[in-house]
């Protein structure tokens, strides 16, 4: 079946600091990947997405890059602030209208 | 552009009580789905709907919840009767072109 793998959280840093947030899948298929981040008592934003291998999805600061061969979409941000914490989503979706198939998700804190 | 909206924002009932929660999408989204989020875990997949017809509702607890989507636009969510393991997040999203959009949730709180 379908599965997403996330890091285990949480994961607090200090302003400024290097973020990255491993993500890796398993995956019957070529799915779209996608990082959903969710702010405190806010329902789920999509962040990123990529669709196919070796595509990079970027916002905000944040990057991810589709790697079939390690099937992996790990999330990186060079310089994280306060108000990136929140918690945050991997996911993968098999066709365009087809249901997201979640991580555990991973807090993350920033300190000023 | 207005996102998905999702009403009450809160429920708290006592078990075997009933409760609804109901969603409308993104203007225009066919396709309508509920998700389930138990705090710490990532949401899954109780129905999904183009629509008004069911395309997945394999994960959905038949005995106890329903869900309906009549001309194809609002959504509402029952359960009946609920249980203690139903407090959980309920997330309503829609998708346009590859991409779910997320209502803020209803929290519920079975006591």
């Known amino acids: 079946g379908n599965s997403v793998t996330q890091m285990e959280g949480p994961v607090t840093l200090s302003e400024e600091a290097f973020l990255t947030i491993n993500c890796t899948y398993t995956?019957?298929?070529?799915?779209?990947l996608f990082w959903y981040v969710q702010y405190p008592g806010e329902g789920l934003q999509l962040l990123l997405k990529?669709?196919?291998?070796?595509d990079k999805g970027s916002n905000k600061g944040f990057e991810a890059t589709y790697r079939k061969e390690t099937t992996s979409f790990h999330l990186e941000k060079g310089s994280v602030q306060v108000s990136d914490s929140a918690v945050y989503f991997c996911?993968?979706?098999?066709?365009?209208?087809?249901?997201?198939?979640f991580g555990k998700g991973i807090t993350l804190s920033v300190r000023p | 552009e207005a996102g998905v909206a999702q009403s009450p924002r809160y429920k708290i009932i006592e078990k075997r009580q009933s409760v609804a929660f109901w969603c409308n999408p993104i203007?225009?989204?066919?396709?309508l789905y509920w998700y389930q989020q138990i705090l710490g875990q990532g949401p899954k997949l109780l129905i999904q709907?183009?629509?008004?017809?069911?395309?997945?509702d394999s994960q959905l607890p038949k005995d106890r919840f329903s869900a309906e989507r009549l001309k194809g636009v609002d959504s509402t969510l029952k359960i009946q009767p609920a249980k203690l393991e139903d407090s959980a997040v309920y997330l309503c999203?829609?998708?346009?072109?590859?991409?779910?959009?997320f209502g803020p949730g209803t929290r519920l709180l079975v006591l």
């Open positions: 999203a829609s998708n346009m072109e590859g991409t779910q959009y």
């Open positions: 203007s225009g989204h066919a396709t």
């Open positions: 990529a669709t196919k291998a070796d």
């Open positions: 996911a993968l979706g098999l066709g365009a209208n087809s249901k997201l198939t």
């Open positions: 995956a019957t298929g070529y799915p779209s």
């Open positions: 709907f183009q629509n008004n017809g069911v395309v997945d």
